[in-house]
């Protein structure tokens, strides 16, 4: 199993632009989740998928997107990319809402 | 504010000797409790859990204690390895929430 899958693993982007970051999890679960990781600031959550079809906001959303495809695919899309967006991105899934959560690898994404 | 804090960024411990890394929490509601692990470009990886209804969980060489009057929990590895060198983050939630909050990592090395 390849657990939860993340592309790009690095982006650079200029201010103003737009882009969209792809996670897919191969373990049938129910909840996806964005989070992005600042120095000296942990992981905030950006938006979550409590099951297919539904999405709310988290600690973060401001200036984030995001579609739940189908169970598999959530992706995070930046409309206008700011550098205040640099940040390491993570995906993660679980099996409910609130579960012990699974991380993809990570996007490292820098907006100059 | 951060709800859930782990107050030493670094640590540095003998192999061979035990590593205790601090989290405190802030929210009397919260009621489940993980400890991740993540090395450098990569995503965090699930190491332990625990829930209110204990105060100890064990895995191998990995425990965790709660400590619910005084809002903390404890990782203790025994005994340390180099390959334990790594950024260690706690996360709560509570059993009817919908996300978990992460304290901001603590950077364990393990000196061979």
């Known amino acids: 199993n390849a657990g939860v899958t993340q592309t790009p693993k690095f982006q650079v982007l200029k201010t103003g632009q737009s882009m969209t970051l792809q996670c897919a999890q191969d373990m049938n679960h129910n909840s996806m989740y964005w989070y992005r990781q600042d120095p000296g600031m942990g992981l905030r959550l950006i938006y979550y998928s409590a099951s297919e079809g539904t999405t709310d906001k988290g600690e973060v959303p401001n200036g984030y997107n995001v579609s739940r495809l189908n169970k598999r695919e959530f992706s995070l899309r930046l409309e206008s990319a700011a550098p205040s967006q640099t940040s390491v991105y993570f995906c993660a899934s679980s099996e409910w809402n609130a579960d012990t959560q699974y991380f993809g690898p990570g996007t490292r994404l820098t907006v100059l | 504010d951060q709800q859930v804090k782990q107050n030493s960024p670094s640590l540095s411990v003998q192999e061979g000797r035990i590593s205790i890394l601090n989290c405190d929490y802030t929210n009397s509601m919260f009621d489940y409790f993980l400890w991740y692990k993540k090395y450098p470009a990569e995503g965090p990886t699930f190491l332990i859990s625990i829930s209110s209804i204990k105060d100890k969980n064990e895995d191998g060489r990995f425990t965790v204690f709660l400590n619910k009057s005084a809002k903390h929990l404890s990782l203790h590895i025994v005994p340390s390895q180099p390959g334990d060198s790594a950024v260690y983050f706690c996360?709560?939630?509570?059993?009817?929430?919908?996300?978990?909050?992460f304290g901001t990592g603590t950077s364990l090395t393990v000196i061979p």
């Open positions: 996360a709560a939630s509570e059993e009817t929430g919908n996300q978990f909050y």
